[in-house]
């Protein structure tokens, strides 16, 4: 048996040591997301789907493109078909969702104490949870815009022409499905991280994604028909619809400019990382 | 070595924890008992920084545990069991704690062939039985190798032979100069592990001593009796002063009084007594006294034995 005159170094170790490293911690959260068997099939059922969805409007337009009448062959909008606005209402709630289950899913468990007893700094915790949330939400975005546009393309190529990776606007609605997902995701996360209960969680993200863009159409009591498009404007689902709109001179609602989407999209991505890190700072786990 | 200063928790109108101060020395096993709702928990929260005190300090090797970077390797700790996904294997729960103090992989292999699940790591943690999370939340806190570490209520849901190896880990890390410090709610549990005690009850500090001072506090060993005639002779017990709880049409249980002087009282009174004898308090005995009046869930059944001490 060991005596207990020499007691071993690591006893006697004094100081706080260094803070851990981003790459470890970007590492755990790694494993932490791709060790939940939901996460590859979430994924990899997110993004069939929506290559499916792509090839499905676009065979519909290729198919039925002898039947338009004349005005509307001088001018198809194949991306409008490929990113339908409706359709991609569900991707949000769906990245929302993945966003609030990694808080949620921590907190409910109570493996948040777990993690904070391995890593003291909670900031920095759970920034490296939105970095791996938001990169591997973002691949999910570019590879949805990237392949729904090559495979609208490779559909309706030999009978609508005058469309590439080079159209004007193209790599806006790629580049906004690539930033929407992941900003899903943080507010998710957000939505997470102040009602930490799963079905609490989750309803209030369906909620936020899926009835928010249609209650800011119906008629809100106190509000201006401007005010009321105004707002709507400013959440995450419009923001995006602005910048997947391609085509010229249809637009008749009040919409906002392209500036102002992209400021919308950033402002919701910086408060949700704000709330989440914030709040998880202050609080008793 | 672990300092507690005049911590305190409130919530609300509750004072869970109450200006609670003492220390942990390395190189023993120091056990935390208390009655359940007696602010254990809580204290081993604050101490870990997951809860905020409303006043006091609690520091490890002299700094709170907030300031460490990486955690594992100064702390380890087991609070409950349950704080895992059960979604994941034991492998990637463990996998990313290490990955996240920067801990070799092999490290999660070594550890779970150590608490004996080095068949269970490629299961998923919802299938173990509760034996099976403590000694995955025990394998957790050994994970860094560090001078410190606390248990809260390990033993709960092992079964015997786990207890044996438990309190033989318990022990070996103690010998090996680290600070361990184990809470528990059963007295019977520290007498086989600890060296030294620290006892709360509803939030404050009521012993912090060593095993051997705190046996010794159980003072008030009683005294068998068999008399066939209880009632009279518990009458005449009481108004010398003793405590006296019938057991038994013809056994009585007497505290507060020697065997000698409960002889004395039934000769002079005249009531015949079969037979007298002492029984030794036990660490068990010590601790129910000591909390008896700081228990704050007492099932509402049994609430006899200890009305009438």
Request: aromatic content about 6%.
């Amino acid at each position: 048996m060991t005596t207990l005159s020499t007691p071993p170094a690591k006893a006697t170790r004094h100081g706080a040591g260094k803070p851990a490293l981003w790459r470890d911690l970007l590492g755990a959260e790694w494993i932490k997301l791709w060790s939940l068997r939901s996460t590859p099939i979430v994924l990899g059922v997110l993004l069939s789907l929506y290559l499916y969805l792509a090839y499905h409007a676009a065979q519909l337009d290729h198919d039925s493109y002898p039947t338009w009448p004349a005005f509307a062959k001088l001018d198809p909008d194949p991306a409008h078909d490929a990113f339908d606005f409706p359709k991609f209402l569900l991707l949000m709630a769906t990245a929302g969702t993945i966003g609030a289950m990694s808080v949620v899913g921590e907190h409910a468990s109570g493996l948040i104490r777990a993690t904070l007893i391995a890593v003291p700094a909670r900031g920095r915790v759970i920034l490296a949870k939105a970095t791996v949330v938001t990169a591997v939400l973002a691949v999910l975005g570019l590879l949805i815009g990237v392949g729904g546009w090559g495979i609208t393309l490779a559909v309706i190529s030999d009978r609508i022409s005058g469309f590439s990776f080079t159209t004007p606007g193209i790599w806006r609605l790629i580049a906004g499905t690539t930033v929407m997902v992941p900003v899903c995701g943080l507010i998710g996360m957000a939505t997470a991280t102040l009602i930490r209960n799963t079905a609490g969680s989750v309803f209030a993200v369906l909620a936020f994604f899926l009835v928010g863009p249609l209650a800011v159409k119906a008629r809100l009591p106190l509000l201006s028909d401007d005010q009321r498009a105004d707002l709507g404007n400013t959440l995450p689902a419009y923001a995006w619809g602005r910048l997947k709109t391609m085509s010229h001179g249809h637009l008749v609602e009040r919409v906002s400019s392209i500036p102002a989407a992209w400021i919308s999209l950033t402002v919701w991505a910086v408060v949700s990382v704000v709330i989440t890190v914030t709040v998880l700072r202050r609080r008793d786990v | 070595m672990i300092e507690i200063n005049q911590l305190t928790k409130r919530y609300g109108s509750v004072l869970a924890v109450d200006g609670v101060s003492f220390c942990v020395q390395p190189g023993q096993v120091t056990g935390f008992l208390g009655p359940n709702g007696a602010g254990k928990t809580t204290t081993m929260r604050m101490l870990l920084g997951l809860n905020a005190p409303t006043s006091g300090t609690a520091t490890i090797n002299g700094r709170p545990f907030r300031e460490f970077g990486t955690g594992l390797r100064h702390v380890g700790a087991l609070l409950d069991a349950g704080d895992v996904h059960r979604g994941r294997t034991a492998n990637a729960h463990l996998a990313a704690l290490a990955r996240s103090n920067g801990l070799p992989r092999r490290r999660v292999e070594e550890v779970l062939e150590m608490v004996g699940l080095g068949e269970a790591g490629r299961r998923r943690v919802g299938s173990f039985s509760l034996g099976m999370r403590q000694r995955l939340g025990i394998a957790t806190a050994l994970l860094g190798d560090p001078p410190v570490l606390l248990f809260d209520e390990p033993i709960n849901g092992l079964d015997p032979e786990g207890i044996r190896w438990a309190r033989e880990l318990f022990r070996r890390l103690a010998a090996e100069g680290r600070t361990v410090f184990v809470s528990s709610h059963l007295m019977s549990e520290m007498e086989h592990t600890a060296d030294h005690l620290i006892v709360v009850g509803d939030g404050r500090l009521l012993a912090d001593e060593p095993l051997a001072d705190f046996a010794a506090r159980a003072t008030t060993a009683g005294a068998t009796v068999q008399t066939p005639d209880p009632a009279a002779l518990a009458e005449v017990l009481r108004n010398a002063g003793a405590s006296v709880l019938s057991q038994g049409h013809d056994t009585l249980t007497v505290t507060g009084l020697t065997t000698a002087r409960i002889n004395e009282l039934a000769f002079t009174h005249r009531v015949l007594v079969h037979e007298v004898s002492a029984h030794v308090g036990t660490l068990e005995d010590a601790f129910m006294e000591l909390t008896a009046a700081s228990v704050q869930y007492r099932a509402s059944a049994t609430p006899g034995r200890s009305k009438d001490r």
